[in-house]
């Protein structure tokens, strides 16, 4: 008899997520219900026997079928319903709903792939503390298709971080077969990389939760990564609609449930369970009902963006700007225990493409980590140990291939703190050189930064050869969120203020992050022009050719902070020039200059 072979608590907690995803299904058609739902009905014992046995400490990273997973690993149900009636009191205040969830060290998010290397990110920080902690990762077989899992799987196995990998198999991908677009074996993807793997089934929870349990241990004891292939069948459709398979087949898994199963061996205890969970739930969601949703004035207040109007002189430095970020970096990995630093290539005596991270692997080497070309990889790593409390500083070789780790920033880690409901920080840096006029072609030499500047949450900030960098870099230190920094390639090699042009004044404010002013000495400007970073520079070299060409004395705002323009400061200049242009690297149309000018014309309309 089955229920001889699996306790009865196991039963009950089985009983309460199948319970609660119905009751999400019934919620929903009523209306009740905030955005949409994807239930885990047949998955139930995959929760259980990896989330559901894992200590405190550990963690686990979900996908959008993660209300089974969050039941398992937290027992927190009256949260979760809360969560998807939209109420403030739910685990994430109402405003993640279905699929971001995150509590007591449980995360999820929806995009497939991607919380793949952010897992891996967080079980290396608890690796770096050697707290003992381990953590797992639920994918599904749709998750295969992803590039991101590839790239962590063999960043796990080469640096051996104790995470487990819980491929949930269900044999479709939405609506799509797996026999249609999943090509070879499934555990021979992770024995490729020298990973460890395990299979089970759901409809044998015994067995399943004993071979959970050994690969639990083996991750923790072995400190090395698992896979665990676990084939499982939902009952319902993909999400709370259209269902193409065939009634048959459902119907087939159906008999091969477990809960289903019991049901029909034991019908007296499973109707008792059945009946006292759900007049549970039910309580549950009437208290629920009767709570206030969060009001969007509680949760944002937008801060006012101003500039200091304080100038000071700006002041030459005799190094190099790449020197000067050398010497920060060297002097911060040992001064602050945060501090992770990643990239291709940075290992030295190399020392990284353009020898930023020259030495730093000499002096701190538990602390560099040298990737393969796996950018997704790197930035999602990143996130984890940023999640963890650490700040990663990520260096991508060539700012064209930020565009390998935009789900990354844009999915991850710029949603983090705000989908959870302010519950987590992701205070990662992403460091790259743009920029031209080097001769590296069409891939090597691309100017991306105005599709970074208007990312929520995250910080876009472009440095120059006008201040030293560490200005900017230790203020980056102090920040909570996502930092994107551009270093432009040709800037590197050249000293701080090497170059004064004649009759001009060189002046730097007391922002954060700096604007830097350079106006005529004794006459009145006739023409405000607004650059930053490696173009600032070429500006700043033709400003006298630009009087004698065109008799107009141009002043030039320099600004760091990209991603919060200083319009104030422009209009300001603008006001008193009667002219404003805004010379930026990069294609035409869509630019940073069509915000700053159309910000500048709006602050001029108002007064």
Same mark, same amino acid.
């Given at each position: 008899?089955?229920?001889?072979?699996?306790?009865?608590k196991l039963?009950?907690?089985?009983?309460?997520?199948?319970?609660?995803?119905?009751?999400?299904?019934?919620?929903?058609?009523?209306?009740k219900?905030?955005?949409?739902?994807?239930?885990? +009905?047949?998955q $139930?014992?995959?929760? %259980?026997?990896?989330?559901?046995?894992? !200590? !405190?400490?550990?963690?686990?990273f979900?996908?959008?079928?993660?209300?089974?997973?969050?039941? @398992?690993?937290?027992?927190?149900?009256?949260? %979760?319903?809360?969560?998807?009636?939209?109420?403030?009191?739910? =685990?994430?205040?109402?405003?993640?709903?279905?699929?971001h969830l995150?509590?007591?060290?449980?995360?999820?998010?929806?995009?497939?792939g991607?919380? +793949?290397?952010? *897992?891996a990110?967080?079980?290396?920080g608890?690796?770096?503390?050697k707290?003992? /902690?381990?953590?797992?990762?639920y994918?599904?077989?749709?998750?295969?298709?992803?590039g991101?899992?590839?790239?962590?799987?063999?960043?796990?196995?080469?640096?051996?971080?104790? %995470?487990?990998?819980?491929?949930?198999?269900?044999?479709?991908?939405?609506? =799509?077969?797996?026999?249609?677009?999943?090509?070879?074996?499934?555990?021979?993807? /992770?024995?490729?990389?020298?990973?460890?793997?395990?299979?089970?089934?759901?409809? *044998?929870?015994?067995?399943?939760?004993?071979?959970?349990?050994t @690969?639990?241990d083996?991750?923790?004891?072995?400190?090395k990564?698992?896979?665990?292939?676990?084939?499982?069948?939902?009952?319902?459709?993909?999400?709370?609609?259209?269902d193409?398979?065939?009634?048959?087949?459902i119907?087939?898994?159906?008999e !091969?449930?477990?809960?289903? =199963?019991?049901?029909?061996?034991?019908?007296?205890?499973?109707?008792?369970?059945?009946? /006292?969970?759900?007049?549970?739930?039910?309580?549950?969601?009437?208290?629920?009902?009767?709570?206030?949703?969060?009001?969007?004035?509680?949760?944002?207040?937008? =801060?006012?963006? *101003?500039?200091?109007?304080?100038?000071?002189?700006?002041?030459?430095?005799?190094? &190099?700007?790449?020197?000067?970020l050398?010497?920060?970096f060297?002097?911060?990995?040992? @001064?602050?225990?945060?501090?992770?630093?990643?990239?291709?290539?940075?290992?030295?005596?190399?020392?990284?493409?353009?020898?930023?991270?020259?030495?730093?692997?000499?002096?701190a080497p538990?602390?560099?980590?040298?990737?393969p070309?796996? $950018?997704?990889?790197?930035?999602?790593?990143?996130?984890?140990?940023?999640?963890?409390?650490?700040?990663?500083?990520?260096?991508?070789?060539?700012?064209?291939?930020i565009?390998?780790?935009?789900?990354?920033?844009?999915?991850? /880690?710029?949603?983090?703190?705000?989908?959870?409901?302010?519950?987590?920080?992701?205070?990662?840096?992403?460091?790259?050189?743009?920029?031209? &006029?080097?001769?590296?072609?069409?891939t090597?030499?691309?100017?991306?930064?105005?599709?970074?500047?208007?990312?929520?949450?995250?910080?876009?900030?472009?440095?120059?050869?006008?201040?030293?960098?560490?200005?900017?870099?230790?203020?980056?230190?102090?920040?909570?969120?996502?930092?994107?920094?551009?270093?432009?390639?040709?800037?590197?090699?050249k000293?701080?203020?090497?170059?004064?042009?004649?009759?001009?004044?060189?002046?730097?404010?007391?922002d954060?992050?700096?604007?830097?002013?350079?106006?005529?000495?004794?006459?009145?400007?006739d023409?405000?022009?607004?650059?930053?970073?490696?173009?600032?520079?070429?500006?700043?070299?033709?400003?006298?050719?630009?009087?004698?060409?065109?008799?107009?004395?141009?002043?030039?705002?320099?600004p760091?902070?990209?991603?919060? %323009?200083p319009?104030?400061? +422009?209009?300001?200049?603008?006001?008193?020039?009667?002219?404003? +242009?805004?010379?930026?690297?990069g294609? @035409?149309?869509?630019?940073?200059?069509?915000?700053?000018?159309?910000?500048?014309? $709006?602050?001029?309309e108002? !007064?």
């Amino acid at each position: 008899m089955l229920v001889q072979q699996i306790n009865h608590k196991l039963i009950k907690q089985a009983l309460t997520i199948r319970t609660v995803e119905e009751k999400f299904l019934s919620l929903f058609s009523e209306g009740k219900l905030n955005g949409t739902v994807h239930t885990c +009905v047949g998955q $139930e014992f995959s929760a %259980l026997a990896f989330a559901g046995q894992l !200590k !405190k400490k550990d963690f686990v990273f979900s996908n959008h079928r993660c209300h089974g997973h969050y039941i @398992a690993f937290t027992g927190d149900t009256k949260g %979760l319903l809360a969560e998807l009636l939209g109420k403030a009191s739910g =685990t994430s205040g109402g405003i993640g709903s279905s699929q971001h969830l995150c509590n007591s060290n449980f995360f999820s998010n929806g995009i497939q792939g991607g919380i +793949v290397p952010v *897992s891996a990110g967080y079980a290396l920080g608890n690796k770096l503390r050697k707290n003992g /902690a381990i953590g797992v990762v639920y994918i599904g077989d749709g998750t295969l298709g992803e590039g991101a899992l590839y790239e962590t799987m063999n960043i796990i196995s080469k640096w051996e971080i104790p %995470l487990l990998i819980v491929c949930e198999n269900n044999f479709y991908a939405q609506s =799509t077969p797996n026999s249609v677009n999943l090509a070879g074996d499934i555990r021979a993807r /992770a024995e490729a990389f020298g990973i460890k793997t395990f299979k089970g089934h759901t409809s *044998s929870p015994e067995n399943l939760i004993e071979d959970a349990a050994t @690969a639990i241990d083996y991750v923790r004891s072995e400190t090395k990564p698992c896979f665990f292939l676990v084939e499982t069948f939902r009952l319902n459709s993909h999400s709370k609609g259209d269902d193409d398979r065939s009634p048959e087949e459902i119907q087939e898994y159906r008999e !091969k449930d477990y809960l289903t =199963t019991f049901s029909k061996e034991q019908t007296d205890y499973y109707n008792n369970y059945s009946a /006292a969970i759900s007049r549970e739930v039910n309580e549950m969601v009437e208290h629920i009902l009767q709570e206030r949703e969060q009001r969007i004035e509680e949760y944002y207040v937008p =801060t006012a963006v *101003s500039n200091s109007d304080n100038w000071l002189p700006a002041k030459p430095v005799n190094k &190099r700007q790449v020197e000067l970020l050398n010497h920060f970096f060297k002097e911060t990995i040992t @001064a602050d225990e945060r501090m992770i630093f990643l990239g291709e290539d940075i290992l030295s005596p190399y020392g990284g493409a353009f020898k930023v991270a020259k030495d730093l692997s000499f002096i701190a080497p538990e602390k560099v980590f040298s990737t393969p070309i796996s $950018e997704s990889a790197i930035v999602g790593i990143s996130n984890g140990l940023a999640l963890n409390g650490f700040k990663p500083f990520a260096e991508i070789m060539f700012g064209d291939f930020i565009t390998l780790a935009f789900d990354q920033i844009v999915n991850h /880690a710029s949603k983090f703190h705000h989908m959870f409901n302010k519950k987590a920080n992701c205070p990662v840096v992403v460091r790259t050189p743009m920029g031209g &006029r080097r001769g590296y072609g069409p891939t090597h030499s691309q100017t991306l930064d105005k599709f970074l500047i208007g990312i929520d949450n995250v910080k876009t900030v472009a440095i120059n050869t006008f201040f030293d960098p560490a200005i900017v870099y230790r203020q980056i230190l102090k920040e909570e969120h996502p930092v994107i920094v551009i270093e432009n390639k040709t800037d590197y090699g050249k000293k701080i203020l090497h170059y004064l042009a004649p009759n001009f004044v060189y002046e730097i404010n007391e922002d954060v992050y700096p604007v830097v002013q350079v106006r005529p000495a004794v006459s009145v400007p006739d023409i405000t022009i607004v650059a930053y970073g490696g173009m600032a520079d070429l500006v700043n070299s033709l400003l006298g050719n630009i009087f004698l060409e065109t008799d107009l004395k141009p002043e030039l705002i320099i600004p760091s902070l990209i991603s919060a %323009l200083p319009a104030d400061i +422009v209009a300001k200049s603008a006001a008193r020039t009667g002219r404003l +242009v805004v010379i930026e690297e990069g294609s @035409a149309y869509g630019g940073i200059g069509a915000e700053l000018i159309a910000q500048v014309t $709006e602050l001029v309309e108002e !007064k």
